[in-house]
């Protein structure tokens, strides 16, 4: 009897541990905490807030059901940059969205400069500045971000180009310079659709993403 009890606790400890060494890893994996945005240290300097950092591999199973040439793209940017992670790009994506959105609404031409490429950069310099020389003013707000997709995905060579499609309800108003409203509510959001592009040198040790080509989606 005392034999049968022996084996019997022996076998409980034996199951037991295994049911940790499962439980726990998994736990312990999925207590990772995922980056949100671009901008993973406000201390990092500036040419290295846009990117997020990530030490897990890319989880591109999460492409289950989009078309083949998307995948193919996501997959060969992963194989090129151990760091990528498809979560974790898709949440920074959206922080980046909202940041870029938001600095070109205040006129915030440092934050545009740190989160665009050249091209972009000129763009929403050259519309702010034409605005400022009306005396308008942006009151917009992001409401929420309803969806974000990634439409297409590709290595060319070293540089990775991610297109995200966005559609967003955003509330828009247009003052003059007597604070006149002059277009757009901020109690009626309209919907947004946007298809932007970004892009990475997957072998520089610059991690960021930078937008790279705007377009209405």
């Known amino acids: 009897m005392i034999l049968e009890i022996v084996i019997l606790a022996m ?5 037991g541990l295994r049911l940790y060494s499962v439980l726990g890893r998994r736990a312990e994996h999925e207590e990772e905490p995922v980056p949100t945005r671009f901008e993973p240290d406000a ?8 990117a997020p950092r990530v030490s897990t ?17 996501v997959r060969a ?12 790009f898709l949440e ?11 600095a070109f609404w205040s006129g915030d031409r440092e934050t545009l400069r740190e989160l665009c490429d050249d091209d972009v950069y000129a763009g929403f310099d050259s519309a702010i500045s034409s605005r400022e020389a009306a005396g308008e003013t942006l009151h917009n707000r ?11 995905a590709e290595l060319d060579g070293r540089i990775a180009r991610i297109a995200v499609r966005f559609v967003a309800d955003i509330a828009a108003v247009t003052r003059d310079k007597d604070d006149t409203v002059v277009a757009g509510s901020l109690d009626d959001a309209i919907e947004a659709r946007d298809l932007w592009t ?20």
């Not at 940017?77 to 974790?88: Q, S, V, Y």
């Open 11 to 15: 076998i409980a400890a034996f199951l």
């Open 43 to 50: 201390a990092a300097p500036p040419q290295a807030r846009t």
């Open 57 to 73: 591999p890319a989880r591109v199973n999460e492409l289950e059901g989009v078309v083949p040439a998307v995948e193919r793209g």
């Open 77 to 88: 940017i992963a194989a090129a940059d151990k760091r990528f992670d498809i979560i974790a």
């Open 92 to 102: 920074g994506a959206k922080g980046a969205y909202g940041m870029i959105l938001e």
């Open 142 to 152: 992001l409401v929420r971000i309803e969806d974000a997709k990634i439409d297409a």
């Open 198 to 217: 970004f892009s990475r040198d997957v072998r520089s040790g610059d991690p960021a993403w930078r937008l790279d080509e705007t377009d209405e989606g």
